[in-house]
């Protein structure tokens, strides 16, 4: 938690208890992709507001609306099967549909990826002393070269008894590191010869965060599952799982929830689906890369790593540095990033202004450099 009481914000820029304003480099973990208090969304959150909050299990027209905004994003191979109202609760949702589907009980993904805090979740890539049981946790290919991570992965899917992996594309709360497509693309081959459901966790990459509408996709991968949050809602809690069309959902899956679906999620996704497509958000984010780029790549050669891509980036501080004072002195600095004691994550809103993305990538460089 960031020692920072926040009073009020617009567009790209905070403003705290003592009245100062800060460049927001953080945009709510990532989840604000059209600005702070967006006009549109606003006006489409009061509207339903007024007329229905929840619906149960009645069905009520935003829901459809969202589903095809969503979808219209996407390849038409793809499905919503549900909306839920975090990436956890679709997480775990996916964890119940690959039990079903395969018949099997034990799940895999990578050390450090973030797929939620619920004790299953958690599990599937942390190991804090109270992980699962039949929850496997592989290195990723920042300690081992993909053709050696591929082997290890098809050994313990030959034991049978995995029914899902689960893939972060870019892993945001570790160091930013990926792996190539063709390493993706390899790996759902194995899960699909392995009878494995292949589960591609967007919640954070997605809806342009990282560039693209979806990283998977956009990247000629074909999973079975793909989860998104944090951009689709503008902050908004909301997340949506996409099934591949020969998926079926079925009640053995437990779908749905007290707050799946529900209108005002559904609303405030529809107004930011169509603010995406309206303010161009995908140039923007694209202009966001270059920027970034250009102003923080010299950090490099004082020994510190850079990785990300769009408006996702880590800032890797060398040995002995520490990234959690480091952020405290960019907040000082008068910008709001996302830190901890390891990395500094830079993620502004799609829609920052050109003069406040410059100011703020120029005060997180003479920081790192000053420090």
């Known amino acids: 938690m960031i020692d920072l009481l926040i009073e009020s914000a617009s567009n790209d820029m905070l403003v705290g208890g003592d009245g100062r304003s800060y460049i927001d480099f953080q945009s709510g973990y990532g989840s ?3 600005g702070h208090r967006n006009k549109a969304v606003v006006e489409a959150l009061t509207a339903q507001a007024d007329k229905l909050w929840i619906a149960g299990k009645c069905q009520h027209n935003q829901l459809e609306q969202a589903r095809q905004l969503i979808q219209s994003f996407l390849n ?8 839920y109202s975090t990436g956890m609760e679709a997480l775990e949702f996916s964890l119940r549909l690959a039990a079903v589907q395969t018949g099997k009980k034990a799940f895999a993904g990578f050390s450090l990826s973030m797929h939620g805090k619920s004790l299953a979740t958690s599990s599937l890539s942390w190991d804090n002393g109270f992980a699962l049981p ?3 946790r592989l290195p990723f290919v920042d300690s081992l070269p993909e053709p050696e991570l591929l082997a290890q992965i098809e050994r313990l899917f030959e034991s049978g008894t995995i029914a899902a992996f689960f893939i972060e594309p870019i892993q945001g709360t570790a160091a930013g590191h990926q792996a190539s497509p063709d390493f993706y693309r390899s790996l759902i081959a194995l899960c699909a010869a392995y009878n494995v459901i292949s589960v591609v966790d967007e919640v954070l990459t997605g809806f342009f965060r990282a560039g693209y509408a979806s990283f998977s996709l ?3 991968m074909s999973p079975d599952v793909i989860i998104f949050g944090k951009s689709i809602g503008n902050g908004f809690p909301v997340s949506a799982v996409l099934v ?3 998926i079926e959902v079925t009640p053995a899956m437990l779908p749905s929830s007290t707050y799946s679906a529900n209108p005002l999620a559904c609303a405030v996704v529809c107004a930011t689906l169509k603010e995406i497509t309206r303010l161009q958000v995908s140039e923007k984010v694209g202009v966001i890369q270059a920027r970034v780029l250009e102003c923080i790549t010299p950090l490099k050669e004082e020994g510190y790593g850079l990785r990300g891509s769009g408006a996702l980036w880590v800032i890797e501080p060398p040995a002995g540095v520490s990234a959690g004072q480091l952020g405290e002195a960019i907040l000082e600095a008068g910008v ?3 830190y901890t004691d390891r990395y500094i994550r830079l993620l502004p809103t799609a829609t920052i202004t050109e003069i406040n993305l410059n100011a703020g990538l ?8 000053g420090y």
């Open 244 to 246: 591949k069309n020969s």
């Open 362 to 369: 120029e005060k997180v460089l003479e920081t790192c450099l």
């Open 32 to 34: 604000v992709i059209v």
């Open 134 to 136: 039949n929850f496997h």
């Open 218 to 220: 956009d990247h000629d």
């Open 336 to 338: 709001v990033t996302s």
């Open 76 to 83: 038409p191979e793809y499905s919503v099967a549900e909306l």
